[in-house]
């Protein structure tokens, strides 16, 4: 692999960590328009991805299957999510109360337009870049299994500048979810891109847990 592809997702990587401290950084977040600065990230780093070296997008399926599979990821990392809330509300006194901090980034926008947002804008850029760009330009480098394994936790650590404790592990499980499926099954990413773009519009708009 070229050192400039190295390079390249170096920086991209950095601009999405930047880019996420800004929105999710308590000391930075009240002075930005969230959804605004969520679907600008969105553009840059879906275009950050198509510009890279790392042709991510040859050899998938497509098809009412991919369709199809997508749903049954998003209902099944749903039901993930709810069980989790269940334990996690029981484990730790502090969980709710973080959970619902991250529901109230939603408040003030209309939820068909959050919905448009999320299924045909900010839901897919994520799991182009994150998966396609990030995890395969590393796996391709270091290997499939480290390179989802890095990924991962790459994208869990991106949400920490949120102080959030729910919303950090809420990325781990969910990146751990989406990843291993793309290191399995890297010619269904069709399916995981459509899951992703789902479970984002079920979990905030839908059917809030």
Known sequence: ??????????FSVVIAAGLWTVMFSPWTSPYVNFWGMMSISAVVLVTLSFFS????WTGLEHGWKNILSGIVI????WGIFWTGDKVSSWMFGFAREQVDMIYGIKSGISPVLLSVL???????????FWRGYVQKTLSDRIGKNAGFLVATAVYACVHIPSWNFMLVMAALVAGFVWGLLYRLYPEKFMAVIISHALWDAAVFVWFPI
Do not use: D, Q, Y
């Not at 070296?53 to 991510?56: C, K, N």
């Not at 998003?74 to 990392?77: H, I, K, Q, T």
């Open 1 to 10: 692999m070229k050192k400039n592809t190295l390079a390249l997702l170096a």
């Open 118 to 128: 999320l299924l045909f804008l900010i839901g897919p850029a994520e799991e182009i």
């Open 53 to 56: 070296e790392v042709r991510w």
């Open 74 to 77: 998003a209902a099944a990392l």
